[in-house]
């Protein structure tokens, strides 16, 4: 008895479709959809990814809510809270770059007030000044030049010019180099020895300060003040 062929089965209905669909789309316009399909969803996942913080944006804020809850004080208010230093007001004229009057922290010396004037001029005479003492609130500052005559020195204090003895607390270094046997560098050394550890008890405090012996202490008696 001749075997009788199965018969295929037939194909879905769907794969069918699918197929046919296939066919007449073509398979260079479905890989162009499915590429086209990609860019869109890579697109909208670009516009709706929320923005990225760098951290350079992060710092400063976190910085500026840290001090805030902290309640710590800024560096700037800091620095803008501390007492300012004392200064001292000078007249600089002379042969100078440039003559007038300058502020100076306390303890400034010649040389200092020179060179906020701009510094010397050629023909100056440096010699005729001490670069290196210390100067005082409303001194005025003469560099001569070469070959012209210093300025006038006052007179020594006598009786008519000094009524009273004179304070060591007070007075100026050109007040106490006028004082009998004290010169310029005994008078810088007293006036540093007042800014360095503050105002004479009396005046045999003078002791303590360099170039004033007991025989010289016991000249100055009556002649100054605390």
Same mark, same amino acid.
Request: hydrophobic share 40%; charged share 15%; proline share 12%.
């Given at each position: 008895?001749?075997?009788?062929?199965?018969?295929?089965?037939?194909?879905?209905?769907?794969?069918?479709?699918?197929?046919?669909?296939?066919?007449?789309?073509?398979?260079?316009?479905?890989?162009?959809?499915?590429?086209?399909?990609?860019?869109?969803?890579?697109?909208?996942?670009?516009?709706?990814?929320?923005?990225?913080?760098?951290?350079?944006?992060?710092?400063?804020?976190?910085?500026?809510?840290?001090?805030?809850?902290?309640?710590?004080? !800024?560096?700037?208010?800091?620095? +803008? *809270?501390? $007492?300012?230093? @004392?200064?001292?007001?000078?007249?600089?004229?002379? /042969?100078?770059?440039?003559?007038?009057?300058?502020?100076?922290?306390?303890?400034?010396?010649?040389?200092?007030?020179?060179?906020?004037?701009?510094?010397?001029?050629?023909?100056?005479?440096?010699?005729?000044?001490?670069?290196?003492?210390?100067?005082?609130?409303?001194?005025?500052?003469?560099?001569?030049?070469?070959?012209?005559?210093?300025?006038?020195?006052?007179?020594?204090?006598?009786?008519?010019?000094?009524?009273?003895?004179?304070?060591?607390?007070?007075?100026?270094?050109?007040?106490?180099?006028?004082? !009998?046997?004290?010169?310029?560098? +005994? *008078?810088? $050394?007293?006036? @540093?020895?007042?800014?360095?550890?503050?105002?004479? /008890?009396?005046?045999?405090?003078?002791?303590?300060?360099?170039?004033?012996?007991?025989?010289?202490?016991?000249?100055?008696?009556?002649?100054?003040?605390?």
């Amino acid at each position: 008895m001749p075997e009788v062929p199965e018969r295929p089965e037939p194909p879905q209905p769907w794969r069918a479709r699918l197929v046919q669909w296939c066919r007449w789309v073509g398979t260079g316009r479905l890989a162009t959809g499915s590429v086209l399909v990609v860019v869109v969803l890579l697109v909208a996942y670009w516009l709706v990814k929320p923005p990225q913080v760098s951290s350079g944006v992060q710092l400063p804020v976190a910085s500026r809510r840290t001090s805030t809850s902290s309640g710590s004080v !800024p560096i700037a208010l800091v620095t +803008t *809270a501390t $007492a300012p230093t @004392a200064e001292v007001v000078v007249d600089v004229a002379g /042969a100078v770059r440039r003559g007038g009057v300058y502020r100076l922290p306390s303890g400034a010396r010649v040389v200092d007030a020179l060179r906020a004037a701009g510094g010397c001029t050629p023909d100056a005479n440096r010699d005729a000044v001490n670069l290196a003492a210390l100067v005082t609130d409303g001194e005025r500052i003469y560099l001569p030049r070469i070959g012209e005559p210093p300025p006038p020195v006052e007179p020594p204090p006598t009786v008519t010019t000094t009524p009273g003895p004179v304070n060591i607390n007070t007075a100026s270094e050109a007040t106490l180099d006028r004082l !009998p046997g004290i010169g310029p560098a +005994t *008078a810088a $050394a007293i006036v @540093a020895h007042r800014m360095r550890y503050g105002r004479f /008890a009396s005046v045999d405090d003078l002791a303590s300060v360099h170039g004033i012996g007991p025989s010289k202490l016991e000249a100055l008696r009556g002649l100054v003040t605390v």
